[in-house]
């Protein structure tokens, strides 16, 4: 089965910090999402990744920025924290695009 | 605009019940659609997919059925038990594009 992994599963910060949300997938997937989740708005797609050093924006990209140094790894910076960014944050791979996606537990970030 | 729809935010059955979730989506591209379940502090997990090319897929008491015509999905569960009680949302694709997901269904099942 496919892993996701994702660092912190609560996680709570001060406004105007640097975040870090960091994710780990081990079945060698090319493709990598980050999505957050919000009561009535469903999954919104931040930033997505189709190869390594490769990154695309999804719907919500302002406040973020993303990394993906190796293909295994998929991380989420917020620059500077802010209390709208409180959310349920998901990283996904999937193997190929357009298909069904393995989303990891998820980190619920407060930003106080 | 919003290309994938769940109209009901939240959907009460009794056990033993059918439940039924809807869907509705604009795009006439879309090929591939999909199910997912999400728990309280957990991430979605694949419930059941289906590709354009069929109406009907099954997969023991979940089913998907599609109306192309109609743009309309729906999931059957039967018997509905209270494990089902989660957040569905469904989820649609066209050809190698990202998935677009719906705002989800908040499902309750009653003893």
């Known amino acids: 089965d496919v892993k996701v992994t994702q660092s912190s599963r609560y996680l709570v910060k001060r406004t105007g910090e640097k975040v870090f949300l960091e994710c780990v997938q081990d079945?060698?997937?090319?493709?990598m999402f980050w999505y957050r989740q919000d009561p009535g708005l469903g999954l919104r797609l931040i930033y997505f990744?189709?190869?390594?050093?490769?990154?695309e924006k999804g719907d919500i990209p302002e406040g973020y920025s993303v990394s993906r140094e190796k293909k295994e790894r998929f991380s989420l910076i917020l620059e500077s924290a802010s209390t709208n960014q409180t959310s349920m944050y998901l990283c996904?791979?999937?193997?190929?695009?357009?298909?069904?996606?393995?989303f990891g537990s998820g980190t619920q970030l407060s930003v106080l | 605009d919003q290309q994938v729809k769940q109209n009901s935010p939240s959907l009460s059955v009794q056990e033993g019940r059918i439940s039924i979730l809807n869907c509705d989506y604009t795009?006439?591209?879309?090929?591939?659609f999909l199910w997912y379940k999400k728990y309280p502090a957990e991430g979605p997990t694949f419930l059941i997919s289906?590709?354009?090319?069929?109406d009907k897929n099954e997969d023991g008491r979940f089913t998907v059925f599609l109306n192309k015509s109609a743009k309309h999905l729906s999931l059957h569960i039967v018997p509905s038990q209270p494990g089902d009680s989660a957040v569905y949302f469904c989820?649609?694709?066209?050809?190698?594009?990202?998935?677009?997901f719906g705002t989800g269904t908040r499902l309750l099942v009653s003893p």
């Open positions: 795009n006439s591209m879309f090929d591939y």
């Open positions: 079945m060698d997937h090319e493709n």
């Open positions: 996904a791979s999937s193997r190929d695009r357009g298909e069904k996606l393995f």
């Open positions: 990744s189709y190869d390594v050093k490769m990154k």
């Open positions: 289906i590709s354009s090319i069929k």
């Open positions: 989820a649609a694709s066209a050809g190698f594009q990202k998935l677009v």
